[in-house]
């Protein structure tokens, strides 16, 4: 039976960042070969062109490297190389009826964990292996859980088939779209998703979410040309002044009357000495609304001031999307299913009946675009987990009971949905109903 405690820190321990989680992913393989799933894995599982954000070759080789010095199967992971780290597990019952898929995703975040004393996984000795990355928001508690429910579904009299999707590279909304480009989302019916934590105590679930932003993630290069700053300024030009430039234009933008927005300069560097012209700089932006049009706008502008900081300091520049996503919708049968199934399950004490309220941006928002375009069901639940400190925080740690939680929550809800003895779901989409290619 597998230990949901000792995986959930065996994955905090090896924190990988999006694109390179071939550890993790490796293990995930790994464990739903045990049970007896279908696995799809690799270039099966994503669409390569479609990766947003993806890093660099010499970063790829090193986290593929090191995830084989830390034990993952290297029969598994070389189908993974370049950055193909998305997994799909498939049960397929004896019975027909829908396909039901949840969605779990893997990734860390570049962060230094703390080693304070009172941060339980430095005191209980799980602290994060790799020096810089972290798991500081859960997604190795949303591993675990995925993991947990393919076990407790082998057990499931199955009247349909059960899609479980690891999804890599969530941190900077970037690798649901390429899932959803490979078509592994094309086939469901009714898609769950969820997150541990978002300020929610342990023992307290939600079956939908409202407020998920609209997002684009841009990075901005400017290229000029070097030149001695003393002695012939006048011949170079300044890629650092340019991105100055846009970066106080950028924040200038108004806010917009069609939607709540957020715009943001994270980061801006160039140049090498103070008596150098800075040849190169580089800029990562964001733009978020509640509208995906406004954002659309948003992201527009933000074009056209680059283009024109550029013009006015005669230099070339590049603009790569690097993340996005979308408003998410929830539909409120599979929010209600969601909620009695979450009654059901000991140590939930708080089941309220208004979604949970979130102004971050998520890129599930893609897989449940795809699965009700083609005329299923889906929804966002947020799983309590008490946290000492805000995500993204060295400090970050889930209160681990929030684990069975969750691997129960799930499976209730496949339990409802697809078993003999399933609720009548009338009122929701067949198999049969989705819309064809």
Do not use: W
């Amino acid at each position: 039976m597998l230990d949901i405690i000792e995986m959930r820190r065996d994955l905090h321990q090896h924190p990988e960042l999006g694109f390179t989680e071939f550890r993790t992913a490796s293990k995930v393989v790994e464990t739903l070969q045990s049970l007896g799933y279908e696995v799809i894995y690799g270039h099966d599982a994503i669409d390569g062109p479609s990766r947003r954000g993806l890093p660099s070759e010499a970063l790829l080789e090193a986290a593929y490297e090191r995830a084989l010095a830390y034990g993952a199967n290297p029969d598994i992971v070389k189908a993974m190389k370049g950055g193909y780290t998305g997994v799909v597990g498939i049960l397929r019952g004896q019975q027909p009826g829908p396909t039901l898929a949840f969605r779990f995703d893997m990734d860390a975040l570049p962060i230094m964990e703390s080693t304070d004393q009172e941060h339980m996984p430095q005191a209980d000795g799980f602290i994060s292996q790799f020096v810089g990355n972290m798991h500081a928001c859960a997604h190795d508690g949303h591993t675990t859980i995925g993991l947990g429910v393919a076990e407790a579904l082998t057990k499931l009299d199955v009247h349909g088939t059960i899609k479980l999707i690891f999804q890599p590279a969530e941190e900077g909304v970037r690798g649901a779209y390429a899932m959803v480009e490979k078509g592994m989302l094309d086939d469901v019916d009714y898609l769950y998703c969820a997150h541990l934590g978002c300020d929610v105590p342990t023992g307290q679930v939600h079956g939908g979410t409202r407020g998920y932003l609209a997002t684009t993630k841009l990075a901005v290069h400017f290229h000029g040309v070097a030149s001695h700053a003393g002695a012939d300024p006048e011949k170079g030009r300044n890629a650092l002044l340019g991105a100055a430039t846009a970066l106080l234009n950028i924040h200038a933008l108004p806010r917009f009357s069609s939607g709540d927005t957020r715009i943001n300069v994270g980061l801006l560097e160039g140049g090498t000495a103070a008596n150098i012209i800075a040849e190169h700089a580089r800029m990562i932006v964001e733009t978020r609304s509640e509208s995906e049009e406004t954002n659309a706008e948003l992201e527009q502008r933000v074009r056209r001031i680059v283009e024109h900081s550029a013009g006015m300091h005669e230099l070339t520049y590049e603009i790569e999307v690097t993340g996005a996503a979308i408003p998410i919708t929830c539909d409120v049968e599979l929010v209600e299913l969601a909620n009695a199934a979450a009654r059901e399950v000991e140590g939930v004490h708080t089941v309220p009946d208004e979604y949970a309220y979130s102004t971050g941006s998520e890129d599930a928002s893609y897989m449940i675009r795809r699965v009700q375009e083609r005329g299923g069901k889906a929804t966002y639940m947020i799983i309590g987990a008490s946290n000492p400190a805000p995500h993204h925080h060295p400090r970050f740690d889930i209160e681990e009971d929030s684990l069975r939680i969750g691997v129960e929550v799930f499976s209730g809800i496949a339990k409802r949905m697809l078993s003999d003895h399933a609720v009548p779901v009338s009122v929701l989409p067949s198999a049969k109903a989705r819309v064809e290619d």
